[in-house]
Every structure is written in structure tokens, then in C-alpha cells.
């Protein structure tokens, strides 16, 4: 995302999907209150990105007026774009909330895996 790291968006549904899933392999957590707290997250993420929408049609608006600010504005549109693009965290949370909790198991290894890998082919 942007050079300060995950945006808060990204870090919410990381964190706790990290949270839930913990909470589920430890028993803390029983199934319907891991599809809440997935329900509930996908709501605030939801809020997030209306804000987002909101900052996106000022910055349209300051472009339309001031030419000068047209940069800003396809350099904010581009970066929201890019932060739209389905998570894996986002992923697993909606299988969560569907009750899939094996499949969301999955997705997450599946994430673990291919930063892994990542990772270790940096050139």
C-alpha cells in the first residue's frame, strides 16, 4: 500500500483475523462468536472505505478547481484502487462470516506461504 506500511483497513483485518483464528484453535473463541466478530469487521471496513470515498470526492473537487491538485488526486485515486483489490484477510474474514472456518484456515496458510516466499526471492 503506501509507504507508511499497511493502511488501517489492511491492518484491522489482519489483526483480527490473527485474533479470531487464535481464538478458534484455542478455544476461546466458539464458532458463532468468530462469525460475529468477522461480521463486525467487514462492517468497519465498509465505514473505512465510505470515508475513503468521501476524501476521494474532495480531492476530485480541490482538482476540478485548482488543475494544479489533479496530481493529488489520481495519485490518492490510484492508492484507494490498489487498497480495493480483495485482501487475503478480507477473504478469510468472509469465509469466517459464512462459517467456512476451514476454508478461511486455508487462505490464511495459503497468505503465510506466498509472503514466505516473497520474502525470500527479493532481489
Given amino acids: 500500500n503506501s509507504s507508511t506500511g499497511l493502511s488501517a483497513k489492511a491492518r484491522v483485518e489482519k489483526e483480527v483475523l490473527h485474533v479470531i483464528i487464535d481464538g478458534l ?6 464458532v458463532e462468536q ?9 462492517e468497519t471496513v ?8 468521501t476524501l ?9 478547481k485548482y488543475p494544479v491538485f489533479k496530481i493529488l ?3 490518492v485515486k490510484d492508492e484507494i484502487i490498489r487498497s480495493r ?11 469466517i462470516d459464512s462459517g467456512d472456518v476451514v476454508g478461511a484456515a486455508h487462505i490464511v496458510k495459503s ?3 506466498q509472503s514466505a516466499y516473497e520474502a525470500t526471492n527479493v532481489k
Avoid at 34 to 42: F, G, I, N, V
Avoid at 46 to 53: F, L, P, Q, R, S
Fill in 73 to 75: 488526486y489520481t495519485r
Fill in 111 to 113: 497468505a503465510i506461504s
Fill in 56 to 64: 476521494l470526492d474532495f480531492y476530485k473537487n480541490l482538482s476540478t
Fill in 25 to 30: 484453535n484455542s478455544g476461546e473463541m466458539t
Fill in 46 to 53: 465498509g465505514k473505512i472505505e465510505a470515508h475513503e470515498d
Fill in 85 to 95: 483489490e480483495m485482501s487475503d484477510y478480507r477473504k478469510a474474514l468472509s469465509a
Fill in 34 to 42: 468468530a462469525r460475529q466478530a468477522a461480521r463486525d469487521t467487514l
